[in-house]
């Protein structure tokens, strides 16, 4: 069998009988389940392709035997482990070898969704009703009744029923071939290669997921010979886990062993949105006169209200015109509603603190921004609230001196587009006007690059702009 | 097909290698296989016993016997090299095809790119591109506010480069599918937040054990528990002291801006497969969110297959992905290793910012975001005549005490502003007793569950760090 080490150099060095001789106890039903995928691999001709993944439990050294790749898992997540081998090398044969505990305890989760994920693998689950390397344990596998050390009674009903992981297996969309199958005589064994290399003829031919549960013999645990556990399993384990096919679909190859990774630059330079083409400038420089090298902005509003959206045009403009910016959204766990507001920075060279405690420029979208963030807004600062729904200021708390009130119908100026959702973008216009931070071709400029692969929306956006301009710029200092 | 019986083999059995389970004899039809009366002396077995007189090569007990080189057939003893000699097959027939090829390191290549304008992007946009740039082409994960558009985008882009983002069914299964893809010698990441990352804690030490790469990205939210999915570093005690069970450690950076997200994952990347160890992105939840510049690098990295990989192919046939010794002589031994690796980290990789530090009397320690709140309070008091200074750990683990020492010469003061009850502080303490540094007074500025420190109040602490100063002068 080339598919087994001549010598075991890992186990124990390779040193004495170890060398040619298996860790697993005598009449281990594990041995022959390595000597079938041994020769099935060597019959299918994959030897080369193969990745087995081996388990925690006892068959935590397959690797000592098997000559093909191969990787150690933690106990229970040999499924995530082949499907990360899958994915990174499509065309290698990844084999998941797991017992009770680690498939059906400790991984179910694993188990169940990379089963359904269907992704050509091949799972050989090694059920002996019992947990081995920990020393004959309950499993999930355990019989009603059985003993075992956590069990000393027998397995009773609040302990859970035996878990039939094939018909579970089965019943899921993703797995293409299930099969459960038996060691106990010569006939089942011949059937338990037979289906072992269905399984990873169907991966190899890029169909899918096949599992392959075996009943297999544990007589260590089980404390009884070796032939006393072949007709213990036969005549107690099959009656709860019968034998059999329990799916077995004809799909058609599909899954593409040749995909490899694209680093093709251009591919890539287009996929992040970069853009070979300088914005053109248009301030003269940065807008010092709205209060020294960084200045601060909070837009503020119900969610829905699009201040996340004017704040990253805003910022954008200011990156178009050379300058630092940063944004910083904020906003309840709710997808739509509750509060939201972002923070705008604007530096000639560089934005220290990005974050907003004290704007110099607020605009509120509605009356809770208002009153919660007017008093935040430092001396000198401006105020942009929408009048249509802020009519009442006599509540406003006190302000620092010599804020500017600058009340624009943001909402009452979208009707009048039809399109009440454009207010931001009115925003944006009075920002423009009430701040002169940059010129009206910065804005436009930036909501053109935004909307340039949606053409249609950009009539309606700027004529919103251009009537948040034209209202704010009537409004006496 | 099977073969006239008179032609098919016969079993033999070396009975060294019989381990006398009788599975065998319950298999042969002839009763040629016979319970053994004679306890072998090197195994204390008693093997079974062959009169193969009426054996007719079913072969039936070839296959009821579990031990691979117990019951053969006939026409493999000389393989073996005679009955009872312990033979080495590639003495007399040379060596298997897969062992005679030795696995090398296929280098990976930097492909340059042409000059792009900088984007606008969020942290973990920035962190995402970052990893495309340094050839990651898979991606798993398990949405976790405030990381997921990172997720998202790769979701989104990979697919398109014919890579893979693979929604796991849990970080636990996330991480374990990095194992995998790492283990087959590929650049893959991450992206998380702080539930999610204490998740990933036993994969992280599986992958150390292993010695795999893989960049774990933790966008840290405020805890402990299900906390919010506001900023706080109150990871940091996690990521530098406990990447899960055992001895374990890991580069763990910390950005400042979206370009830091940009550039320190690339950097990841490469510490990741420099040391054949998982790295962490440590970033608050502040700057996952916060958009701002960022330049592109002017070249990208089309990954190579390292030596070790275990690809599913001829050449990488003999590796091994494992981080199980089961013998103490092996463990201890791999332990010293990893130890020497740690030791070649800390004495390379340590990086920070000093911004002002030249002829600071109050150090400002903070990172991630509450860095730039301290680095206006550094520029606002400096205004005021104060000498402080801002120094910004890149690295947390190893800590830049390196960078950190010449300060302490004219330092009087220390103040460390930080969204953690003390865990960036524990990280320069313990660098500082370890160096056997001594160093002035420390206090801090600490805000918790999502609350980032203010400028304000690090200004205010500045301030009464210089007047204790001051004090002390008097």
Not at chain 1, 69 to 87: D, M
Request: aromatic share 6%; glycine share 10%.
């Amino acid at each position: 069998m080339s598919v087994i080490y001549d010598h075991f150099e890992r186990h124990a060095h390779g040193e004495g009988l170890k060398g040619r001789t298996t860790h697993y106890c005598p009449g281990c039903g594990h041995g022959l389940v390595h000597r079938d995928l041994a020769e099935v691999i060597e019959t299918l001709g994959i030897q080369d392709r193969t990745i087995l993944v081996s388990p925690v439990g006892c068959s935590v050294f397959a690797y000592y035997y098997f000559d093909v790749g191969n990787t150690q898992a933690a106990h229970g997540r040999a499924p995530a482990v082949a499907i990360g081998h899958k994915r990174a090398n499509p065309n290698s044969i990844v084999i998941s070898y797991q017992g009770d505990g680690d498939l059906a305890s400790i991984g179910l989760a694993e188990t169940i969704s990379t089963a359904q994920m269907g992704i050509p693998i091949t799972v050989i689950f090694i059920n002996n009703a019992i947990y081995g390397m920990t020393g004959g344990q309950l499993a999930p596998t355990t019989l009603m009744g059985q003993k075992t050390t956590t069990s000393p009674e027998g397995r009773t009903q609040a302990m859970g029923m035996p878990l039939r992981m094939a018909e579970l297996i089965a019943q899921l969309d993703g797995p293409v071939y299930v099969e459960r199958v038996a060691l106990y005589d010569a006939k089942h064994r011949i059937k338990a290669k037979k289906a072992i290399e269905k399984a990873l003829r169907i991966q190899a031919e890029g169909r899918g997921y096949a599992f392959i549960e075996v009943l297999s013999e544990c007589p260590t645990h089980l404390k009884m010979s070796p032939e006393e556990t072949e007709k213990w399993v036969q005549e107690c384990m099959e009656p709860v886990f019968p034998l059999g096919v329990k799916k077995d679909l004809v799909v058609e190859p599909w899954w593409n062993a040749e995909q490899t990774p694209s680093f093709d630059p251009g591919k890539v330079l287009a996929l992040v949105g970069a853009s070979k083409d300088a914005p053109t400038r248009h301030a003269k420089g940065f807008p010092a006169h709205m209060g020294g090298q960084d200045i601060s902005f909070k837009l503020a509003g119900a969610g829905g209200d699009g201040a996340q959206t004017a704040a990253l045009l805003l910022a954008r403009a200011a990156i178009n015109e050379g300058f630092d910016a940063t944004n910083i959204p904020s906003y309840g766990p709710e997808s739509r509603g509750g509060t939201s507001y972002a923070d705008v920075h604007i530096a000639e060279t560089e934005v220290l603190n990005p974050g907003a405690p004290d704007p110099m420029v607020l605009v509120a979208f509605n009356a809770p921004s208002l009153m919660k963030f007017a008093p935040t807004v430092r001396k000198g600062g401006v105020i942009i609230y929408d009048s249509t729904v802020i009519e009442d200021l006599s509540k406003l708390p006190a302000l620092a001196p010599g804020i500017r009130m600058v009340g624009v119908p943001l909402t009452q100026l979208a009707l009048g587009l039809e399109r009440p959702m454009v207010k931001n973008i009115v925003a944006l216009g009075a920002i423009q006007s009430v701040t002169q931070a940059f010129p009206v071709e910065t804005f436009l400029s930036t909501i053109r690059t935004v909307l340039k692969d949606k053409p249609a929306l950009l009539p309606l956006n700027e004529a919103a702009f251009a009537a948040g301009v034209r209202h704010a710029a009537l409004i006496p200092a | 097909m099977a073969m006239p019986a008179s032609t098919r083999p016969k079993p033999f059995l070396e009975p060294e290698y019989c381990k006398a389970c009788l599975r065998c004899i319950d298999a042969c039809a002839k009763d040629c296989i016979t319970q053994g009366d004679h306890v072998h002396p090197g195994t204390g077995m008693i093997p079974v016993l062959l009169d193969l007189e009426n054996c007719n090569g079913c072969q039936l007990c070839i296959q009821a016997c579990p031990e691979p080189y117990g019951l053969r057939p006939e026409t493999e003893r000389e393989v073996s090299g005679g009955d009872f000699e312990l033979e080495d097959p590639a003495a007399l027939f040379g060596p298997k095809p897969g062992h005679l090829v030795e696995p090398v390191d296929h280098p990976g290549t930097e492909i340059p790119i042409s000059a792009r304008e900088p984007l606008m992007l969020k942290g973990t946009y920035a962190s995402a591109i970052g990893a495309l740039l340094a050839g990651c082409r898979h991606v798993f994960g398990y949405p976790i506010t405030p990381s997921t558009e990172g997720a998202e985008l790769m979701a989104k882009i990979l697919p398109k480069l014919d890579g893979a983002f693979v929604q796991a069914v849990s970080e636990v299964a996330a991480v374990n599918m990095m194992y995998g893809c790492a283990g087959a010698g590929l650049p893959c990441a991450t992206f998380t937040s702080s539930p999610g990352f204490s998740l990933m804690l036993e994969g992280i030490s599986y992958m150390i054990g292993a010695e795999l790469p893989g960049v774990f990205i933790n966008i840290m939210r405020g805890g402990p528990g299900l906390g919010n999915i506001a900023p706080e570093q109150a990871d940091i005690k996690l990521a530098c002291r406990g990447l899960g069970h055992g001895n374990t450690h890991g580069i763990v950076l910390a950005p400042s801006t979206p370009q830091e997200m940009l550039d320190l994952t690339r950097l990841a990347f490469e510490l990741s497969f420099r040391y054949r160890n998982p790295v962490v992105l440590l970033g608050d939840g502040y700057l996952g969110q916060m958009t701002g510049v960022v330049r592109l690098p002017k070249t990208m990295t089309q990954p190579g297959l390292p030596a070790w990989a275990v690809w599913g192919d001829l050449e990488h046939r003999r590796n091994l992905i494992s981080s199980i010794l089961i013998t103490e002589v092996d463990l201890e031994a791999h332990n010293i290793h990893l130890n020497a690796k740690y030791a070649d980290i800390e004495a390379n990789e340590q990086r920070a910012e000093l911004y002002r530090c030249e002829d600071a009397e109050i150090i400002v320690v903070a990172c991630n975001t509450p860095a730039r709140m301290a680095k206006g309070a550094v520029e606002a008091v400096r205004f005021k005549g104060v000498k402080a200074g801002l120094f910004r750990p890149i690295t947390l683990w190893p800590f830049p005490i390196e960078a950190f020492e010449p300060l302490l010469v004219h330092a009087k003061q220390i103040v460390v502003v930080e969204a953690s009850p003390g865990q960036l502080q524990d990280e320069l303490r313990l660098a500082l007793s370890k160096a056997e540094l001594g160093h002035p007074p420390i206090s801090s500025v600490q805000r918790y569950g999502g609350m980032l420190p203010e400028q304000v109040e690090i200004e205010a602490r500045i301030l009464d760090a210089a007047r204790m100063m001051e004090e002390v002068k008097a």
